[in-house]
């Protein structure tokens, strides 16, 4: 456990200035701890007063929290709501005119979209979408570049009732068509291609791939939108472009009522299984989720300028860009770009562009940006910026004070925001006007959240010692289940090892003296590859699926950059390939995982073997191949291999 002792020696605090404390919409830690004390004397009135001061209701709810069918927990569900509505039209008579999106493409092109021009945006586009007979509780499958077409879409879906499926746009046809088929989605929504760091990926010919896999018989339309003038290869009935779909289209869109339980979206991310799963979430207590940690976390404040750097094709993009900073009537900035084109001070430029209040980004793009240009930011003006933040993996505290120094001027209180897809919202994290802050560590729960850390039997574990993260109550923005799968959701989520009654978030962390809480990682076969969650079990089938391959196993191995990156130990039908052989399969086979499933899950390294090291009852050795990837000595006990000589031939075979 080296890492906790590690870590633990982290004792620097970093409080928010007075100015920042005073002016925070949570002030100094009597603030925070006044939320805490309320939301544990009565839970329900907490969250239930919450929804009714952030959240516009069409029918109010009289009741908050809804536990009879635990753990398929009901919030507001007799409230009725439209998101979209919450997002936009709510907004219109205070700041119709105020800039929604100021979206910089690629090429550095800057459009102004008012919040009056999205709702019309949205209203057209919903109305084109009804035109093709999409109706509430359909499935929308949205495989698009980053910008405003992608938040309209989304927002049209959530005005007319239908569920989106946002699948990341460089995901492989594989992983789209296993989306578009486990959600039965009715209209796909594309465009010609892409434009990231210079670069053009043409998502029209991916999805006619992905619908030539076969499985997608519940598709109608697919809708294209024109991002560059290249023309898609293949045009047939299915397609429509985006364009001529809302050509004549009124401008308002009667929004469509919904329950606060009917489901808002699916986004489909990986577990311990190679099937990803469909996490679902809900209208009202997803909605409120955002909405409460823009206020908190966030700090939200009318002339604030957010720019969260995620891409829609994740939870992040879809809490922080797509719903939260629209439902409190933020200016945010929409980029459809990478942090290093043209040059690796395209952050730090955009920062002093738009005059940046509020910067959300992720630990590995920090550690590139330092890598790649550590004085950059020094050559910007970046004293717009007040509140920095960070998620999708533990930051270590060197990239945290460079980011505090160098970017922040020593002025910006930094949240490290720990939550999941599953969680929909910001969990743990400083309120910046309250926690002081220390590298490396989320810090505290939110007010109504209840973290804990236990051992096996569910009981907590004292401070400084390891365990697993648990939430003990519902939250409003939780998963409601996975799509299709209740059975999984309750035995992923809520396993009877705890009866039931804990959701256990898949983490191990611990707590310091201080009470503050530190990630250490996945408890399960899960990899954060630059903040992107990725199943082991998912690469291994991929690369089974290789006719040349007998068999394989994925493992994650510490990286300074991206935190983990992938390891394959390979066993082929053939015999082990050696020299420049060797070299072409490992090419060929990481191709091969980027086309299967995307280029973010190729193998960093191949290890090809005879076999791989298992036990005599046949289960291959994980911790073994950690140790041999990281180049560690091996202390396991290895007296129950069966095939110990193996373990040479491996450690000696990278590629
Ligand atoms: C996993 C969730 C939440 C949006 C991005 C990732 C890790 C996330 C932190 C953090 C340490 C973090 C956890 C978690 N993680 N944020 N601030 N500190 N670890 O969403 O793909 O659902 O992955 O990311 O391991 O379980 P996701």
């Known amino acids: 456990m080296g890492t906790i002792d590690s870590v633990l020696k982290e004792n620097r605090l970093f409080p928010p ?9 949570v002030s100094g830690m009597d603030g925070y701890n006044a939320l805490c004390d309320k939301a544990n004397a009565d839970y329900a009135g907490f969250w239930g007063e919450l929804a009714r001061e952030l959240v516009s209701w069409k ?29 936009l039209d709510r907004h219109l008579d205070a700041r119709g005119d105020k800039t929604a999106i100021i979206f910089e493409a690629d090429d550095g092109a800057v459009t ?63 992983a789209l068509r296993d989306r578009i088929q486990d959600a039965a989605a009715k209209v796909v929504i594309t465009a010609n291609e892409t434009v990231r760091g210079g670069k053009t990926t043409p998502l029209k010919a991916i999805t006619d791939e992905a619908m030539s896999l076969g499985g997608c018989d519940s598709v109608q339309k697919i809708v294209v939108f024109q991002r560059t ?43 311990s299984t190679g099937k990803p799963k469909g996490i679902q979430h809900s209208t009202g207590g997803y909605f409120l989720g955002t909405q409460v940690t823009m206020k908190w976390v966030f700090d939200y404040k009318e002339n604030d300028v957010y720019w969260c750097t995620a891409d829609v094709g994740w939870i992040t993009g879809h809490s922080y860009i797509a719903y939260g900073p629209l439902g409190i009537g933020a200016t945010q900035v929409v980029f459809e770009g990478v942090p290093t084109y043209p040059d690796a001070s395209r952050f730090w430029s955009m920062i ?91 810090t505290l729960p939110l007010p109504g959240i209840m973290a804990d850390i236990v ?57 310091d003296e201080n009470g503050y809480i530190w990630i250490m990682g996945r408890i399960d076969d899960v990899l954060n590859v630059s903040g ?10 991929a690369l089974v699926a290789n006719p040349l391959v007998a068999e394989a196993a994925v493992v994650g191995k510490p990286h300074d950059i991206k935190g983990e990156s992938v390891v394959a130990y390979v066993v082929l039908k053939n015999a082990r390939p050696e020299g420049d052989d060797a070299k072409r399969i490992a090419k060929e086979l990481r191709e091969w995982v980027a086309h299967e499933i995307g280029k973010i899950a190729q193998p ?37 291999l069966e095939n110990p000589a193996i373990l040479d031939q491996l450690r000696q075979s990278a590629i």
């Open 604 to 640: 960093d390294e191949i290890r090809f073997g005879d076999n791989l090291p298992k036990t005599r009852s046949g289960k291959i050795m994980r911790r073994l191949l950690r140790d041999i990837a990281k180049g560690a000595e091996i202390t396991a006990d290895t007296s129950t």
């Open 112 to 174: 102004n979209v008012t919040y009056r021009d999205l709702y019309t945006r949205v209203c057209q586009f919903a109305n084109g979408l009804k035109s093709l007979g999409v109706q509430k509780g359909d499935r929308v499958v949205i495989y698009m570049p980053h910008g405003v077409e992608a938040v309209t879409a989304m927002q049209a879906c959530a005005r007319i009732g239908a569920i989106h499926s946002v699948v990341f746009g460089g995901f492989s046809a594989g």
């Open 352 to 442: 002093e562009k738009h005059k940046v209040t509020t910067f959300y980004t992720a630990p590995t793009a920090i550690r590139s940006l330092i890598k790649l240009g550590g004085d950059l930011p020094k050559k910007h003006d970046l004293s717009s910026l007040r509140l920095l933040g960070t998620v999708g993996e533990p930051i270590n505290p060197e990239a945290w004070m460079w980011y505090y120094e160098v970017v922040g001027g020593s002025r910006c209180p930094i949240v490290d925001t720990w939550w999941q897809t599953e969680t929909g919202a910001n969990m743990i994290a400083p309120l910046p006007g309250a926690a002081p802050t220390k590298p490396g560590s989320c």
């Open 59 to 87: 029918t109010p709810f009289t009741k908050v929290l809804n536990e009879d069918n635990a753990p398929f927990f009901k919030w507001f569900e007799d409230g009725v709501l439209n998101v979209s509505y919450n997002c």
């Open 17 to 25: 200035t007075d100015d920042f404390r005073v002016k925070a919409n």
């Open 532 to 541: 992107h969650r990725l199943g082991t079990m998912e690469i291994e089938s």
């Open 229 to 271: 003038q290249n023309a898609p290869e293949k045009w047939d009935a299915l397609n429509i472009w985006w364009h001529d779909l809302i050509q004549g289209q009124a401008s308002e869109c009667e929004p469509e009522w919904m329950s606060a339980e009917d489901p808002l979206f699916i986004l489909y991310t990986s577990g």
């Open 455 to 511: 051992d096996e039997s569910g009981a907590p574990v004292e401070a400084g010692k390891g365990g697993f993260l648990v939430i003990s109550k519902p939250w409003p923005s939780m998963v409601r289940t996975i799509w299709g799968d209740p059975d999984r959701f309750k035995k992923t989520y809520f396993p009877e090892d705890y009866n039931g009654k804990l959701y256990l978030a898949g983490d191990s962390a611990h707590r």
